[in-house]
Structure formats: structure tokens, C-alpha cells
Nanobody, 123 residues
Framework: VQLQASGGGLVQPGGSLRLSCAASGFTFESYGIGWFRQAPGKGRDVVSCISGNGENTYYPDSMKGRFTISRDNIKNTVDLQMNSLKPEDTAVYYC?????????????????WGQGTLVTVSS
């Protein structure tokens, strides 16, 4: 199982970024995918997650309306569109997968992790 997150960078407050997670080595459409983030000195928290078929998604309240998760089961990718970014969104963003088609907001439910991509929101 391999997960490769990309798309991070420096963006001004109010700006947008689109992260992408490229997956390989497993039956992609059968696995839920989650995006998590870890800010400096803090724990790793859920950002969003999506079911294997893409029909079920989850967002914490702080991300609703700003972030959108989607997946392409042909290209084996999961994207995270992030809009109206705030300085507090600064973190390393990770994608992860679990041995289950359903999404989960629980970090320990995920078995495989990508290497992370840094998002910095600053003027």
C-alpha cells in the first residue's frame, strides 16, 4: 500500500489549495480514505474522510463549507479542495486509508499513511 500526498504550499489567508492523494497497491474503491492534519506541537486531527464508493463523506464542523473531499476511483486519487483558508489551517496534511470501505474520523482506524504535505497559510 502506498499513499502519496501532494499539493501543499504557501497561501495567503482567504486563499485556496487543492491537495491530492495518489494511491496504489490495493483495491482502491474498497477502502475508505481520510485526510488528517498535524499542526506544530499538536496532535493529528481529522480533516475529512470519504467512503470507498465516494457516496459518504465526513467533515468536522470547523471544515464544513470550506473543505470538500472527492475521489476518482479510476485514477485512484482522493482530492481535498480547501477554500477560505485561515492561518490556523497551517499544518502538515496526511492522507490515510483503512481496511474498510466506510469513512471514519478516528485516527486509530487507519492502517496506512502517506508522508504528508505542508500547508502554510500566512500573509
Amino acid at each position: 500500500v502506498q499513499l502519496q500526498a501532494s499539493g501543499g504550499g504557501l497561501v495567503q489567508p482567504g486563499g485556496s489549495l487543492r491537495l491530492s492523494c495518489a494511491a496504489s497497491g490495493f483495491t482502491f474503491e474498497s477502502y475508505g480514505i481520510g485526510w488528517f492534519r498535524q499542526a506544530p506541537g499538536k496532535g493529528r486531527d481529522v480533516v475529512s474522510c470519504i467512503s470507498g464508493n465516494g457516496e459518504n463523506t465526513y467533515y468536522p464542523d470547523s471544515m464544513k463549507g470550506r473543505f470538500t473531499i472527492s475521489r476518482d476511483n479510476i485514477k485512484n486519487t482522493v482530492d481535498l479542495q480547501m477554500n477560505s483558508l485561515k492561518p490556523e489551517d497551517t499544518a502538515v496534511y496526511y492522507c490515510a486509508t483503512r481496511d474498510n470501505q466506510y469513512p471514519s474520523d478516528v485516527l486509530n482506524d487507519y492502517n496506512y499513511w502517506g508522508q504528508g504535505t505542508l500547508v502554510t497559510v500566512s500573509s
